[in-house]
């Protein structure tokens, strides 16, 4: 039977524990743009209710979040208008900086993948608890698109030049190595996940409002450090040769001169990766990356929603769609464009100064609300998060 609405995300209360469980698992827990709202107004609800002291973000099923609902995004947009789909970044992105700036204790339970969009609603969680299962990936730029949800912020601040590492290959982390660079704070294993969740809501029935080290020390009662020996961690030095180049092209070459020089699987990898990839989507990355190292997680996200709607209004180029086309729709994998060429523009030398100026800075044109679900209260904080940005002629 297919899930309403109403139950794509589950709530629980345990006296002052309040619990989000997505509920999607036979879409892999794809955010939908109904998920993304009930998020948020539940998110800002127990926020605001003082007898709530611990959040829990938690999914059914084997994975926690595959990103977003692209697919039935991609459907939406073919029938009606390319701001449907500049509407779901903005929802989305709001409650990403909602959940960054959270003034409660979250604990996001990351048991299985956690890829693009999944990233963007755990990432800023207090605690974020990963186990063996867990997969981390943001492979935006294999289908038309770039690393959002707040990725050139966060990413930004891994050691050295992992994020761009990460960012510009898709690039698939375990558990242990998440806990190795940060992206999560404790290795737990899913067998006892019950029982911390458990010990969890004993500690804040018994406490009242134990402080986040408390909570701490709950947690890592149950948490144990696995870094394998191929940890992408034992190879940052080469990583950090390759990905420091001030250009793709530069990233693209250093990693083939390593191919010359060391065999191994990972440099493989990432120049194939790099060669499939969309270029506009990796010059947009490296470019907000490096700008987001001296940003805020505001600036950030304002920059990449820009961005994303000028990809989504296909005034430039129309990778996103047919990335998604490929990827997510027909699943043939082969994104074509212009002259059957697999992205346009396919090569980094076709991308001008303007183009790339055209997608950061400028925003597409003033959106229409094509949907009206918003609350007041998304209202004020959707103008509260952009109300900097200066719309521009379409023409």
């Given amino acids: ?6 139950n794509q995300i589950i709530s629980e209360e ?3 524990v309040r619990k989000m469980i997505l509920n999607r698992p036979k879409q892999l ?6 998920m993304l709202r009930s998020m948020y107004e539940k998110s800002r609800a127990y926020e605001d209710d003082p007898t709530v002291k ?31 789909g500049a509407t779901y970044y903005r929802k989305e992105f709001c409650l990403d900086y909602l959940l960054a700036t959270y003034k409660k204790p979250l604990l996001a339970i990351l048991d299985g993948s956690v890829i693009g969009g999944g990233v963007g609603i755990s990432i800023h969680s207090t605690f974020r608890v990963v186990t063996e299962n867990t997969i981390f990936a943001m492979p935006e730029v294999l289908i038309g698109a770039f690393p959002d949800v707040g990725a050139s912020y966060f990413l930004s601040r891994l050691p050295g030049f992992f994020g761009e590492y990460v960012g510009l290959t898709g690039a698939r982390l375990n558990g242990a190595e998440m806990l190795v660079f940060g992206l999560g704070t404790h290795f737990v294993p899913s067998k006892n996940l019950k029982s ?25 009662k149950f948490a144990q450090v696995q870094v394998k020996s191929d ?10 040769q390759c990905f420091c180049g001030e250009s793709c092209e530069e990233i693209l070459s250093s990693l083939e001169h390593l191919a010359t020089q060391v065999q191994e699987k990972w440099v493989i990898d990432a120049i194939t ?45 129309k990778n996103y769609y047919e990335g998604a086309r490929a990827m997510l729709i027909d699943k043939d994998k082969k994104p074509k464009r212009m002259l059957q060429k697999k992205w346009w523009p396919s090569v980094f030398l076709d991308l001008s100064p303007r ?35 200066k719309p521009i002629s379409s023409n």
């Fill in 1 to 6: 039977m297919a899930l309403t609405n109403a």
């Fill in 54 to 84: 611990l959040v829990i973000l938690k999914a059914n099923g084997k994975v926690f979040c595959c990103g977003g609902d692209l697919a039935s995004g991609y459907t939406y947009i073919q029938l009606g208008h390319w701001s449907f």
């Fill in 231 to 240: 940890s992408a961690y034992l190879r940052l030095d080469m990583i950090n």
């Fill in 355 to 389: 183009m790339m100026i055209g997608c950061l800075y400028n925003f597409p044109q003033k959106l229409e609300e094509p949907m009206s679900v918003h609350q007041n209260s998304d209202v004020y904080q959707e103008r509260f998060l952009f109300g900097n940005l």
């Fill in 196 to 220: 911390l969740e458990d010990a969890l809501e004993k500690t804040v029935a018994s406490f009242g409002s134990p402080s986040v080290a408390t909570m701490s020390m709950i947690i890592n």
């Fill in 14 to 16: 345990v006296l002052g």
């Fill in 273 to 317: 990766s790099m060669k499939s990839a969309n270029p506009l989507g990796l010059k947009i990355f490296l470019k907000t990356i490096r700008e987001g190292r001296s940003k805020n997680i505001e600036q950030c996200l304002e920059t990449e929603y820009i961005a994303i709607s000028n990809l989504i209004a296909g005034k430039i180029s």
């Fill in 29 to 34: 827990n794809t955010l939908s743009y109904e």
